[in-house]
């Protein structure tokens, strides 16, 4: 009777569904994500997020890539103040036409009653055509390499001008596009120094506390007290006006970089005084490992979620406060291009008033700040732990 009462115990045993596979826990979904992979989910699901990294990465392409999608010469001159060139689909006589084409400006032979000039309008009878990877104006890609194919334009080679002319005739989109690799430049150049200064000295001056921290914050808060905006105007105003063209761009960057890296450091030393005090930190110190490791090793990899969005929120500040000093003729000097640079042409309201399409290069500032931006606000949701 009792090897009967202990059969069905035995079969229950032998019945019972075996432990998980190891293999079906590593093909199951999100098992083993890595931080980064974590992120990457996070940031897909948030649609301005996305939209901000596609416009950051079309923006970087123009940039790199900016004579080859430029349809002018940035420095080719014609007639001033043209208006902008209207694609069309449609033939002198309003049938549809194909490939497109734009209509220049052209004087026709009937007088103005009044003013006795000559009636100017499109000229119909000598349509440019557009198409895409066509000659044009010469130019070294990527610097290195000798080309003349262009993204869009005309046909033929004729001058078109989609947002119109300054002032000298120059085409305001390719000098737009073009422009774009100095003012995304030094956004850039400022914003990688400002991190590696900031980061460092918030980390360390965070990790040793003590009297050293208390004089390094006393520093920072004296560079966060000066104000900024006369600052700048006072140190680029000590450039001479004959001083060459990249050392008053990298002055520019310098004092953009001296003036910005205080905060940085103000933010990353907060995050560094909560690590400090965490288990595994303690454990290293204790385990005898050097105060460097400690910084770069443990603490510098969980602040580098924070950092990651601070810079991509910061871009867009150093991107609007160098079209606001090249529109005061501090940033850039000719012939160089950039954004704030081409906003001069927009200080006499009477001209905005009679050639509004010189504002052509505020959308430009606008959807940079934008993109990233939008990018920004997507990382700081994905990187969040909570």
Do not use: C
Request: a negative charge.
């Amino acid at each position: 009777m009792s090897a009967s009462t202990e059969e069905p115990d035995m079969l229950a045993f032998d019945s019972a569904p075996p432990p998980p596979h190891e293999e079906s826990v590593k093909n199951a979904p999100y098992g083993n994500e890595s931080y980064l992979s974590l992120v990457w989910r996070r940031l897909r699901r948030s649609w301005t997020g996305m939209m901000g990294l596609i416009l950051v990465g079309l923006l970087l392409l123009m940039a790199v890539f900016a004579d080859f999608f430029a349809p002018m010469d940035p420095k080719a001159t014609d007639v001033g103040f043209a208006p902008p060139q209207v694609v069309s689909f449609r033939d002198k006589d309003g049938n549809f036409a194909f490939p497109p084409r734009v209509y220049a400006l052209g004087e026709s032979e009937e007088l103005d009653p009044v003013t006795f000039q000559p009636i100017v309008g499109p000229d119909y009878n000598h349509p440019r055509m557009l198409g895409f990877f066509v000659r044009g104006a010469q130019y070294n890609l990527l610097g290195l390499f000798p080309a003349d194919r262009h993204f869009f334009g005309s046909v033929d080679g004729q001058p078109v001008h989609f947002l119109g002319t300054d002032k000298f005739g120059r085409d305001i989109l390719s000098r737009a596009i073009v422009g774009s690799r100095i003012s995304l430049m030094i956004a850039l150049t400022v914003v990688f120094i400002v991190t590696i200064v900031g980061t460092t000295v918030g980390m360390v001056s965070g990790y040793f506390g003590g009297t050293f921290d208390v004089w390094v914050q006393r520093f920072v808060e004296i560079v966060l007290a000066f104000p900024q905006l006369p600052l700048y105007l006072a140190l680029t105003s000590l450039i001479p006006v004959t001083a060459p063209t990249n050392v008053f761009l990298a002055f520019v960057i310098v004092v953009m970089s001296a003036l910005g890296w205080a905060q940085m450091s103000r933010e990353v030393r907060g995050k560094t005084l909560a690590l400090a005090r965490i288990d595994y930190v303690r454990a290293a110190t204790a385990v005898g490992a050097t105060d460097r490791r400690i910084i770069f090793q443990h603490i510098f990899p969980n602040v580098m979620s924070h950092v990651i969005v601070a810079v991509t929120l910061q871009i867009p500040n150093v991107v609007l406060l160098e079209s606001f000093l090249g529109f005061l003729g501090f940033a850039v000097k000719p012939p160089l291009i950039s954004w704030g640079l081409m906003l001069q042409d927009t200080a006499n309201y009477s001209v905005i008033g009679t050639y509004p399409w010189i504002l052509s290069p505020v959308g430009f500032v606008l959807v940079t700040v934008f993109a990233f931006n939008a990018l920004g606000d997507g990382l700081r949701d994905a990187v969040d732990p909570y």
